[in-house]
Nanobody
Framework: QVQLVESGGGLVETGGSLELSCSVSGSILSFSRMAWYRQAPGTQLDLVAF???????NYVDSVKGRFIISRDNPRNTVHLQMNSLKPEDTAVYYC????????WGRGTQVTVLA
């Protein structure tokens, strides 16, 4: 059973930074893609960023230049460094792992104070 556990969420002021981590049971190299999604109250789940096995990355326009996704293969961990945070970044952030099927973590809350 694949398990993904997110950590690093919290409360931060506008302009601040947080780093989210996603710890994966088993090798993350078995997944073609690792991604971060977020869902704000009353809204749909949105893709934030993903990183492929070849190291290529992709970001939603609203976070480009502020967020950085990275992977630590030996530690089976994926990170999301979030800088210059804005109130509109407030959401529950979920880690996802794809290999034909998608596995999800339970999420971590990020709240950015105005």
């Amino acid at each position: 059973q694949v398990q993904l556990v997110e950590s690093g969420g919290g409360l931060v002021e506008t302009g601040g930074s947080l780093e989210l981590s996603c710890s994966v049971s088993g090798s993350i190299l078995s997944f073609s893609r690792m991604a971060w999604y977020r869902q704000a109250p009353g809204t749909q789940l949105d893709l934030v960023a993903f990183i492929s096995n070849d190291g290529s990355t992709n970001y939603v326009d609203s976070v480009k230049g502020r967020f950085i996704i990275s992977r630590d293969n030996p530690r089976n961990t994926v990170h999301l460094q979030m800088n210059s945070l804005k109130p509109e970044d407030t959401a529950v952030y979920y880690c996802a792992a794809d290999r034909g099927v998608r596995y999800w973590g339970r999420g971590t809350q990020v709240t950015v104070l105005a």
